[in-house]
């Protein structure tokens, strides 16, 4: 575990070379989410991807190297492709056009910080379903349904949908998010807004999809946050990441089983395996787990956007 900054220990980077905290004492953190650290700006927020890395609603004690620095770069990268159909809330990747950001810190957040504006976030988790899997395959085998949408029964394991779905859940500070209904969407923000948020999910999913897939990769699901700025619906957050997205390659796909994938399901996979009770801290993950899913990580990068890490 190593630490840095000037006259404190303003960073974290574990023994994997992971950057799994900071704490910069010239700038006012804001929240701390199970990735992300936000800090105020004045006007707008600094955006600090780490390397951190969670499953089964527990932050792991190691990282996965450049992690974040994939999640700002494929965001930053979907954020161009979706900017003429919702405003975003990002202003910029560049930390050196933003005075606010003190020099010392500026090349440990290259690549993985983005500058954004604020908006007021919708407490909901936009989520679009194109193909039968994770929770929603476990759904369907149990009730024949995805989150209350009855589907045509026989479907296998990963089978694509007949029609792209919006399954929206309540976003969990800690825990597990809560499935929800358009209609408790419609309650909670305005039936037009609720409208507005589904066509908005399926809009940018079906368009997501279609350019990843023509680059080799399926994307069964993926979640979406959207909130206000000056008044309009704007694209905030993350948006198709592994860490937000399931990915799979599209040469490997069949339906009938579970594809492999380029998100944290391969970590998923090895805490699975081993005997951890899920309720007590989880284990440090081995070096070739941390390895393995980096490299998984990076490979969405590239397949995506045509760039590696920079």
């Not at 600090?48 to 994939?70: C, E, M, N, Q």
């Not at 779905?165 to 309650?187: C, M, Q």
């Not at 507005?196 to 940018?204: E, F, I, K, Y």
């Not at 899920?278 to 490979?299: N, Q, W």
Request: glycine content about 8%; charged content about 25%.
């Amino acid at each position: 575990m190593r630490t840095g900054g000037e006259t404190e220990a303003e960073w974290t980077v574990d023994d994997a070379g992971a950057l799994t905290e900071t704490r910069f004492r010239d700038l006012r953190l804001v929240s701390r989410g199970k990735v992300r650290d936000v800090y105020d700006l004045g006007p707008r927020l600094l955006f600090v991807a780490t390397d951190r890395i969670s499953a089964f609603d527990w932050v792991l004690p190691t990282g996965i190297p450049d992690k974040g620095k994939v999640l700002t770069q494929l965001s930053a990268f979907w954020f161009g492709v979706f900017a003429g159909d919702v405003p975003t809330h990002l202003d910029g990747t560049d930390v050196t056009a933003a005075p606010e950001v003190p020099i010392r810190y500026r090349a440990l957040l290259a690549g993985r910080a983005m500058i954004v504006r604020r908006a007021d976030v919708f407490p909901i988790e936009c989520v679009a379903r194109g193909y039968l899997a994770g929770s929603g395959w476990k759904d369907y085998q149990r009730t024949g349904a995805v989150c209350g949408i009855r589907l045509p029964p026989g479907l296998a394991q990963a089978a694509r949908l007949p029609t792209v779905i919006f399954t929206p859940a309540t976003k969990a500070l800690s825990g597990h998010d809560e499935n929800i209904d358009l209609a408790t969407v419609a309650a909670r923000v305005g039936a037009e807004t609720a409208r507005s948020l589904a066509r908005l999910t399926l809009d940018l999913y079906r368009k997501g999809a279609a350019l990843a897939e023509s680059r080799g990769l399926i994307v069964a699901d993926t979640k979406f946050e959207f909130g206000r700025i000056d008044g309009q619906i704007a694209l905030v957050d993350e948006v198709l990441t592994p860490d937000s997205s399931r990915f799979w390659p599209l040469a490997d796909y069949a339906p009938g089983q579970s594809p492999p994938s380029f998100d944290k399901q391969f970590v998923r996979d090895w805490l699975e395996r081993i005997t951890w009770d899920k309720s007590s801290a989880p284990p440090p993950l081995p070096s070739a787990v941390v390895r393995a899913t980096r490299a998984k990580y990076v490979e969405a990068l590239e397949r995506l956007t045509g760039r590696g890490l920079p």
